[in-house]
């Protein structure tokens, strides 16, 4: 790479702008940045590890740049030159009519400047300039134009290059644009002998502040200590050229170097000094690697030697400035002829590497249908194992929802079993208080009738004593007539459920407790069924007999309530309570077998009294 482009790299960093890059390969990336221009074999790792790690086409576009920069930087032109390549061809495929593909192109063409023939350059160049829009990629825009002039200026064409390097300076803002574009006016201004031009273009690009932090400062001053000795301003081209040199030597900067020495040599020259041979070994010393500073060396040898009448040495310089210069054109020739060779076997290595790549693709979407078998067979299986397990739980589940069932039946069939025990002791309890109430009305209550009739003869109306036995005989037959309608009332089918109610419940009274009665039944309790009428007759019956035997309560309350869905019993009273040993007894236990009977339930409570609440499904 010339040292004339450097500046450029700087100047296309500034203005360069990415797309979003993953952390990793940012954090790569800005430390190669920071290094590749001053350590580029150092960078060499870096720029090979961010291939690898770059993952977006934006990455990879950006790794193939730095390789390109470390190989030319490095002198490995065929490395940067396949690097190059690949970048444009690449950014072209993938980022046509967009940044990276423009900043490719730029890249291209600054490296080409040494090394690619001109009609290519500019064949790239306009391609590239042809795909803008008129108001997009500006600054872009702008260095392609400051390349096409650099490519003009290489082919001597400086009215072109001039225009060229105009129109860039209005496209490009950055602080180093000002100083090329001087520097490059300055030097077409110096090819045109206009020594005027020249010198005011290269003091403006001085003046602007980073002129004198870059490596293009030494070579402002050179070309104005040139300017100075064409002008006859000696001791000014020497204040110039002596500052280049000491700029060169502080900073470890040669690559002006032997310029500045044949520029000093041809100051010696003007001065009639004598150290003119010796700033020409000097100068020859440090061109080493520059042809064309080497070749204008060779020719001023050449007239030194002419001018001091050493005609042999002046033939040898002579036929070394001939050989250089043929070797010059030589190689550009062969840069033409190398350029082709290049693309050429660009070319079939990209046909190459599209092959390999289509195999290796072949191969990816072989290794892909194998997965995607694998995962669907795997699949395949989880969901039989699933299917296998679910059928499983689910048999399971019907197993233990079919014993539940299988122990809901014989908890049911129990109960109804327990249910119909209880309905034929009550029906056994029923026929037995039938019977013992026949016996009593047809056999007891009769013989006390006969008895009665008896005594009751008029000869002993007289007799006090028979009177008295008469009265008791007579009360015992209305107690045990009572107690027989009480075993077996009279049918609940032949007379109103009210009726009942009410009769039952003046017991209570009877016993010289107040009473409190609401009760709230319609006709339609007696077209239930005469069995449930009996069991909630009796129920009633057993809840009065509790109350009044055992209660010793002086206010009692009777609720009989009906409504569409059931009929609600509930006795209380401020009585003593129930305890707990009669909490258990025989008269309770028959009530609650027969509200279990009825599908009724039961609560009683005891506090401040007794309270039963029984309710009774329609």
Not at 133 to 146: D, S
Not at 291 to 302: F, G, N, Q
Not at 452 to 473: Q, V
């Amino acid at each position: 790479m010339k040292p004339f482009n450097y500046l450029f790299i700087a100047l296309l960093f500034c203005l360069h702008s990415y797309a979003q890059i993953s952390d990793d390969f940012k954090t790569v990336e800005k430390r190669i940045s920071n290094i590749f221009f001053q350590a580029p074999e150092k960078a060499k790792s870096d720029a090979y590890l961010l291939k690898e790690i770059a993952k977006t086409n934006e990455e990879k576009q950006i790794a193939y740049k730095f390789l390109s920069y470390v190989y030319d930087l490095t002198g490995k032109e065929d490395s940067a030159r396949f690097y190059l390549n690949k970048r444009l061809n690449f950014a072209k495929k993938h980022f046509n009519k967009q940044l990276p593909y423009y900043e490719s192109v730029i890249s291209y063409v600054n490296w080409g400047l040494d090394y690619i023939a001109s009609d290519i350059l500019i064949e790239k160049l306009t391609s590239a300039l042809n795909t803008m829009e008129y108001e997009e990629f500006q600054q872009q825009k702008g260095l392609m134009y400051m390349l096409m002039g650099d490519i003009l200026l290489r082919e001597n064409d400086l009215d072109n290059a001039s225009a060229y390097f105009d129109k860039s300076f209005k496209l490009i803002k950055s602080k180093y644009a000002p100083i090329d574009y001087y520097l490059r006016k300055g030097k077409i201004s110096i090819l045109k002998n206009d020594y005027i031009n020249a010198e005011n273009f290269l003091h403006k690009g001085l003046s602007i502040d980073e002129a004198t932090t870059t490596y293009t400062y030494p070579n402002f001053l050179n070309m104005l200590g040139y300017i100075s000795i064409m002008q006859g301003k000696l001791v000014k081209a020497r204040s110039y050229l002596n500052k280049s040199l000491r700029y060169q030597e502080k900073n470890n900067f040669k690559t002006f170097t032997a310029k500045t020495y044949l520029n000093l040599a041809l100051l010696a020259r003007e001065e009639n000094s004598n150290t003119e041979k010796e700033l020409l070994d000097k100068a020859l010393e440090y061109s080493k690697n520059e042809p064309i500073v080497t070749k204008d060396i060779y020719l001023a040898y050449k007239g030194f030697y002419e001018r001091n009448k050493q005609l042999k040495q002046e033939q040898i310089y002579l036929k070394k400035f001939t050989s250089l210069n043929n070797s010059i054109f030589n190689s550009e020739k062969a840069k033409i002829k190398l350029d082709l060779e290049s693309r050429y076997k660009l070319n079939e290595s990209e046909k190459e590497i599209k092959y390999k790549e289509q195999i290796i693709q072949d191969d990816k979407k072989i290794k892909k249908l194998y997965s995607v078998a694998l995962i669907l067979l795997l699949l395949l299986f989880i969901t039989l194992i699933i299917v296998f397990r679910t059928k499983i739980k689910a048999h399971n589940k019907n197993r233990k929802i079919q014993k539940l069932l299988h122990d809901e039946q014989l908890k049911s069939t129990l109960e109804n079993q327990r249910i119909e025990i209880i309905k034929e002791k009550i029906k056994a309890q029923a026929e037995e208080r039938e019977r013992l109430s026949l016996e009593l009305h047809d056999g007891i209550a009769s013989e006390i009738s006969a008895l009665k009739l008896s005594l009751s003869n008029p000869k002993n109306a007289t007799n006090p004593l028979i009177n008295s036995t008469i009265n008791k005989i007579d009360q015992l037959y209305h107690e045990v007539r009572n107690l027989s309608h009480n075993l077996n009332p009279d049918s609940v089918t032949e007379i109103a459920f009210t009726q009942l109610v009410n009769k039952i419940t003046d017991i209570v009274k009877n016993n010289g407790i107040q009473v409190h009665k609401n009760i709230v039944i319609s006709t339609k309790i007696d077209d239930l069924n005469e069995n449930t009428l009996l069991n909630l007759y009796r129920i009633l019956q057993e809840l009065i007999n509790n109350l009044v035997k055992h209660s010793k309560a002086t206010r009692a309350t009777i609720e009989v309530l009906e409504n569409n869905k059931s009929i609600l019993l509930e006795v209380s009273d401020n009585g003593i309570g129930i305890d707990n040993k009669h909490k258990f007894g025989i008269g309770l236990k028959n009530i609650q077998k027969r509200v279990s009977v009825l599908n009724g339930t039961i609560i009683i409570s005891s506090v401040k009294g007794t309270k039963v609440s029984i309710s009774i499904p329609l």
